[in-house]
């Protein structure tokens, strides 16, 4: 069995009456965010758990919308979003 392949899938949202609402996405969402999750320590470990509890881990701290693999529109995007993180086995 190989290494696990993470992917972040990204979901635009604007705020509408105060609240994130999701909107039209501007290009592709998802990516593949393998190498910059294994950059930080410990980081791993804690996304393969919260995947084995809930199915998904939570970027709370909106880390991924810097990823240098993500899309451009990604990282330039000015409103709310939600990022999601699961992994495949190849």
């Not at 609240?19 to 996304?47: F, I, K, N, P």
Request: overall charge negative; hydrophobic content about 45%; charged content about 30%.
């Amino acid at each position: 069995m190989s290494a696990p392949r993470y992917v972040a899938t990204f979901e635009p949202q604007a705020w509408i009456n105060d609240y994130a609402v999701a909107v039209d996405a501007e290009g592709e969402t998802a990516w593949d965010c393998t190498d910059y999750l294994r950059q930080e320590e410990g980081l791993e470990a804690e996304v393969r758990a919260a995947i084995a509890e809930e199915g998904y881990w939570l970027d709370k701290d909106d880390v991924f919308a810097a990823d240098p693999a993500a899309p451009a529109w990604v990282r330039d995007w000015h409103g709310p979003f939600t990022i999601t993180i699961v992994y495949e086995e190849h």
